[in-house]
């Protein structure tokens, strides 16, 4: 089965022999760390990948700078044109790519497909957007004057990944970066090169096609040296960086430190209020695809859940239910994520599995309940699941209200639940973390809807009503703030940050007089 997936994307399939992971435009190259994907599901080797060294990433980053000054000369709508083209090759290829993702990151396969449509989604946004992004033309106090502002390009775009979302949030990039007139250079989470590798080899004719270096959207598969490379490079401008808090920390720095730009997207501690006057029905549905869905693996999942104490039991004896369902009554099934049926796919690796074992423990040794009949886990060939892959059963728990868990990102499905007596409590807990990016307040009352989303409201940079944390459109800006690190990538406004802006006064009369009234008397 993973052969004909890989063959499927001219991916090579003997895995004996090591894959070439960087592409500085013209060639496929690699001499650096070895890096393997392996299958979470079956824990088989899908490929051995061969990723940069500090030089090849260094080159690459040049080729891809080279590229930029010829990106940047190509008016907007033509590079918005190159973006649609870029669709085009995707949507060609939308199964295939989506049962990559399935296999190599373990999502399920709707997941897997979903992730490549919001890459498409985003091209058509962006392609919409190479004729619409506009600057401003301001009124001037001084007589014949006028001022501009205007947006150019950067040059390079960095682009590093995560392994949960190893297409879209490249294809956030990659489309935005192109039609504001950069170059990308993108460099992958180690664990899903082979996703990037077919999305660069569908992409590169497109370029060639259209007269523009392939190098514009340049790959380094590799691990901390080339992650670190491009973080500290004064060639790439901007780096958009998703992964851990731990590590944005260290990038967000770096970057500072050579005073480039920085869009992080960070962890993620998303809470779902269930407030007395919810829709009980609504509420369970958006609560367990956020909290199970991409089991539990997004950074938008649900980790806390608040329930008013009028509605708290049965909302939580119907979503045990639920939970329970688990296995064998198929309502939840957890298992290969390639079967259409399956609802829980496994867990990325194994160290995702020792994570989630570990703070389940960490809860009850401090004095937490496990709620639901089924936790921990689940044995290789029990249930049916592959003996090798990275199985867990979802859990809710509730741990003590102290308890450090309530303020940390565990990615695995594991929820956290505790009551509350009013909607100003319930924000003030939500808000209580240090990360920020997304939230939801299940009511049904308008007066409740105006507070959760105005000054006293929720402090994330997504917060929804009557939907569930996780699965945004690309339409609005996507990111969070506080720990979160206040980045915004997709759309919206995000789009200003992939540009420099300059302020431009144009004097068209024949005199120089100043602002503010200054008379420098020459
Ligand atoms: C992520 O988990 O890093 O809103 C991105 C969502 C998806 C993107 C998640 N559209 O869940």
Same mark, same amino acid.
């Given at each position: 089965?993973?052969?004909?997936?890989?063959?499927?994307?001219?991916?090579?399939?003997?895995?004996?022999?090591?894959?070439?992971?960087?592409?500085?435009?013209?060639?496929?190259?690699?001499? $650096?760390?070895?890096?393997?994907? +392996?299958?979470?599901?079956?824990? +088989?080797?899908?490929?051995?990948?061969?990723?940069?060294?500090?030089?090849? #990433?260094?080159?690459?980053?040049?080729?891809?700078?080279?590229?930029?000054?010829?990106?940047?000369?190509?008016?907007?709508?033509?590079?918005?044109?190159?973006?649609?083209?870029?669709?085009?090759?995707?949507?060609?290829?939308?199964?295939?790519?989506?049962?990559?993702?399935?296999?190599?990151?373990?999502?399920?396969?709707?997941?897997?497909? &979903?992730?490549?449509?919001?890459?498409?989604?985003?091209?058509?946004?962006?392609?919409?957007?190479?004729?619409?992004?506009?600057?401003?033309?301001?009124?001037?106090?001084?007589?014949?004057?006028?001022?501009?502002?205007?947006?150019?390009?950067?040059?390079?775009?960095?682009?590093?990944?995560?392994?949960?979302?190893?297409?879209?949030?490249? $294809?956030?990039?990659?489309?935005?970066?192109?039609?504001?007139?950069?170059?990308?250079?993108?460099?992958?989470?180690?664990?899903?090169?082979?996703?990037?590798?077919?999305?660069?080899?569908?992409?590169?004719?497109?370029?060639?096609?259209? &007269?523009?270096?392939?190098?514009?959207?340049?790959?380094?598969?590799?691990?901390?040296?080339?992650?670190?490379?491009?973080?500290?490079?004064?060639?790439?401008?901007?780096?958009?960086?998703?992964?851990?808090? %731990?590590?944005?920390?260290?990038?967000?720095?770096?970057? =500072?430190?050579?005073?480039? %730009?920085?869009?992080?997207?960070?962890?993620?501690?998303?809470?779902?209020?269930?407030?007395?006057?919810?829709?009980?029905?609504?509420?369970?549905?958006?609560?367990?695809?956020?909290?199970?869905?991409?089991?539990?693996?997004?950074?938008?999942?649900?980790?806390?859940?608040?329930?008013?104490?009028?509605?708290?039991?049965?909302?939580?004896?119907?979503?045990?239910?639920?939970?329970?369902?688990?296995?064998?009554?198929?309502?939840?099934?957890? $298992?290969?994520?390639?079967?259409?049926?399956?609802?829980?796919?496994?867990?990325?690796?194994?160290?995702?599995?020792?994570?989630?074992?570990?703070?389940?423990?960490?809860?009850?040794?401090?004095?937490?309940?496990?709620? #639901?009949?089924?936790?921990?886990?689940?044995?290789?060939?029990?249930?049916?699941?592959?003996?090798?892959?990275?199985?867990?059963?979802?859990?809710?728990?509730?741990? %003590?209200?102290?308890?450090?868990?309530?303020?940390?990102? #565990?990615?695995?499905?594991?929820?956290?639940?505790? +009551?509350?007596?009013?909607?100003?409590?319930?924000? @003030?807990?939500?808000?209580?973390?240090? @990360?920020?990016?997304?939230?939801?307040?299940?009511?049904?009352?308008? =007066?409740?809807?105006?507070?959760?989303?105005?000054?006293?409201?929720?402090?994330?940079?997504?917060?929804?009503?009557?939907?569930?944390?996780?699965?945004?459109?690309?339409?609005?800006?996507?990111?969070?703030?506080?720990?979160?690190?206040? &980045?915004?990538?997709?759309?919206?406004?995000?789009?200003?940050?992939?540009?420099?802006?300059?302020?431009? #006064?144009?004097?068209?009369?024949?005199?120089?007089?100043?602002?503010?009234?200054?008379?420098? &008397?020459?």
């Amino acid at each position: 089965r993973a052969s004909k997936i890989l063959s499927s994307l001219d991916l090579p399939i003997d895995t004996n022999k090591t894959i070439p992971g960087v592409f500085d435009g013209s060639n496929w190259l690699g001499s $650096g760390e070895e890096l393997i994907s +392996e299958c979470p599901a079956t824990g +088989e080797v899908l490929g051995r990948i061969k990723g940069g060294t500090v030089a090849e #990433t260094q080159a690459a980053i040049k080729a891809s700078f080279e590229a930029s000054k010829l990106v940047r000369k190509m008016p907007a709508p033509k590079r918005g044109e190159i973006v649609r083209q870029i669709r085009e090759a995707l949507l060609s290829k939308v199964d295939e790519l989506g049962d990559l993702v399935s296999l190599e990151m373990g999502k399920i396969k709707s997941e897997g497909r &979903g992730e490549v449509v919001e890459f498409i989604d985003v091209c058509d946004y962006a392609t919409g957007l190479s004729r619409s992004m506009k600057g401003n033309v301001l009124p001037s106090e001084r007589p014949e004057h006028v001022i501009y502002e205007n947006p150019n390009p950067l040059g390079v775009v960095g682009i590093l990944s995560a392994f949960n979302f190893p297409v879209a949030v490249y $294809g956030w990039n990659l489309t935005i970066a192109l039609v504001t007139g950069n170059a990308t250079i993108w460099k992958p989470a180690p664990s899903t090169p082979l996703s990037s590798i077919a999305i660069t080899k569908l992409i590169q004719p497109v370029f060639e096609k259209n &007269g523009l270096p392939a190098a514009a959207a340049a790959l380094v598969c590799g691990g901390v040296d080339v992650g670190k490379t491009l973080v500290g490079s004064e060639e790439v401008p901007l780096i958009s960086f998703t992964g851990s808090e %731990k590590v944005g920390k260290e990038v967000g720095k770096a970057v =500072q430190d050579r005073f480039g %730009k920085a869009i992080l997207e960070l962890g993620g501690n998303n809470a779902v209020i269930v407030d007395e006057d919810a829709d009980l029905g609504l509420a369970l549905q958006g609560v367990l695809f956020a909290a199970v869905g991409t089991a539990g693996q997004r950074c938008t999942s649900t980790r806390r859940l608040l329930l008013h104490k009028s509605i708290s039991a049965e909302f939580l004896s119907r979503l045990l239910k639920m939970y329970d369902s688990t296995q064998p009554g198929n309502q939840l099934l957890v $298992g290969d994520p390639l079967n259409p049926s399956t609802l829980i796919g496994p867990l990325h690796n194994q160290a995702a599995v020792e994570k989630y074992e570990s703070t389940l423990a960490g809860i009850t040794s401090r004095g937490g309940e496990i709620l #639901t009949a089924r936790s921990g886990r689940i044995k290789g060939g029990d249930f049916g699941v592959e003996e090798k892959g990275n199985w867990v059963w979802p859990v809710v728990a509730r741990p %003590k209200k102290d308890d450090p868990c309530w303020k940390e990102e #565990t990615f695995a499905p594991i929820l956290y639940v505790q +009551e509350f007596d009013t909607l100003e409590e319930a924000i @003030q807990i939500n808000n209580g973390v240090p @990360q920020g990016l997304s939230s939801s307040l299940f009511t049904s009352n308008v =007066q409740s809807m105006g507070k959760w989303l105005g000054p006293d409201g929720s402090d994330c940079g997504i917060v929804n009503i009557n939907v569930g944390t996780s699965g945004a459109e690309i339409g609005a800006g996507f990111g969070g703030n506080k720990s979160t690190g206040w &980045g915004r990538e997709s759309g919206g406004d995000a789009w200003k940050q992939y540009v420099r802006w300059s302020a431009a #006064t144009v004097n068209y009369s024949s005199k120089l007089p100043l602002a503010q009234g200054v008379n420098f &008397g020459i």
